[in-house]
């Protein structure tokens, strides 16, 4: 018995020096990797539709055109796309997918977010108004690019870059109905604008902590003055690609410009 205890002994201890030897030394634990900082962030556009120096009012509010012609709104639509920030020191970032369909009718849709923008100071913004050849020529698509968003002439196969319709006293179509459809891609009477509303001193910052918010005025009146002031009782109707709807474009290249930016 007493032996029978001792060599139960001996290969208790033999057990427990091997588990002794089988566990891990502390300074050899895996060194957790850490997390790289981030290098990017986001930066906010805020498109705000005016007519002059007053609020967009549909319908019931009046307004004066540079050639003394009275109107009213009630549908203001246009394209956003291909944007471009240009960075403090060289560098631009391009936003991928960048199709906006901007409806004045509905606030939210001026409210565009860019993701995963470098960090660091950017000094000024480009973008095209209206949709550009390639996608016009692309079929009918979705999103921002939807026929259903009623910015697509089927019978054409081409994107509306700009939707204006109202009412004007002096115009001489029925109703008085003014109806600015204006689009066209190519060739002597392409409407497609690129811009670039400057910053002036100012800078918008991104860093991981702060998004930076551009805000940027949508003048209406601009569709109608330099350098054409529109008659409204011999242009007021424009539902194809051609030298009106040019003009019209000519006139709205300048419409934006940058009011302030939040850092």
């Given at each position: 018995?007493?032996?029978?205890?001792?060599?139960?002994?001996?290969?208790?201890?033999?057990?427990?020096?091997?588990?002794?030897?089988?566990?891990?030394?502390?300074?050899?634990?895996?060194?957790?990797?850490?997390?790289?900082?981030?290098?990017?962030?986001?930066?906010?556009?805020?498109?705000?539709?005016?007519?002059?120096?007053?609020?967009?009012?549909?319908?019931?509010?009046?307004?004066?055109?540079?050639n003394s012609d009275s109107f009213t709104v009630s549908t203001f639509k246009y394209y956003i796309s291909n944007i471009v920030l240009t960075k403090s020191g060289g560098g631009t970032y391009t936003e991928s997918e960048s199709y906006h369909?901007?409806?004045?009718?509905?606030?939210?849709?001026?409210?565009?977010?860019?993701?995963?923008?470098?960090?660091?100071?950017?000094?000024?913004?480009?973008?095209?108004?209206?949709?550009?050849?390639?996608?016009?020529?692309?079929?009918?698509?979705?999103?921002?690019?939807?026929?259903?968003?009623?910015?697509?002439?089927?019978?054409?196969?081409?994107?509306?870059?700009?939707?204006?319709?109202?009412?004007?006293?002096?115009?001489?179509?029925?109703?008085?109905?003014?109806?600015?459809?204006?689009?066209?891609?190519?060739?002597?009477?392409?409407?497609?604008?690129?811009?670039?509303?400057?910053?002036?001193?100012?800078?918008?910052?991104?860093?991981?902590?702060?998004?930076?918010?551009?805000?940027?005025?949508?003048?209406?009146?601009?569709?109608?003055?330099?350098?054409?002031?529109?008659?409204?009782?011999?242009?007021?109707?424009?539902?194809?690609?051609?030298?009106?709807?040019?003009?019209?474009?000519?006139?709205?290249?300048?419409?934006?410009?940058?009011?302030?930016?939040?850092?």
């Amino acid at each position: 018995m007493k032996n029978s205890i001792k060599i139960l002994s001996a290969l208790f201890l033999i057990g427990a020096v091997s588990l002794s030897s089988c566990k891990k030394d502390p300074d050899e634990e895996p060194t957790p990797t850490p997390t790289p900082a981030a290098t990017t962030g986001s930066l906010a556009l805020h498109f705000e539709n005016m007519v002059g120096d007053s609020a967009l009012v549909f319908n019931t509010q009046s307004y004066v055109t540079a050639n003394s012609d009275s109107f009213t709104v009630s549908t203001f639509k246009y394209y956003i796309s291909n944007i471009v920030l240009t960075k403090s020191g060289g560098g631009t970032y391009t936003e991928s997918e960048s199709y906006h369909l901007i409806d004045a009718s509905d606030l939210a849709t001026g409210e565009i977010t860019l993701t995963n923008v470098p960090l660091g100071d950017y000094t000024g913004i480009s973008f095209m108004i209206g949709v550009d050849s390639l996608r016009n020529v692309s079929g009918a698509q979705t999103g921002a690019l939807d026929p259903a968003n009623g910015m697509f002439w089927s019978w054409s196969s081409g994107y509306i870059m700009m939707k204006f319709e109202g009412n004007s006293p002096q115009s001489t179509a029925a109703a008085n109905a003014l109806l600015f459809h204006v689009g066209g891609f190519s060739g002597a009477n392409n409407t497609l604008k690129t811009v670039s509303p400057s910053f002036g001193v100012d800078v918008a910052s991104v860093t991981t902590s702060v998004t930076p918010e551009i805000h940027l005025k949508t003048d209406i009146l601009e569709l109608f003055t330099t350098p054409t002031n529109v008659d409204f009782s011999t242009l007021n109707t424009i539902h194809m690609p051609g030298a009106n709807a040019k003009t019209i474009a000519d006139n709205y290249a300048d419409m934006f410009t940058v009011e302030h930016i939040h850092n």
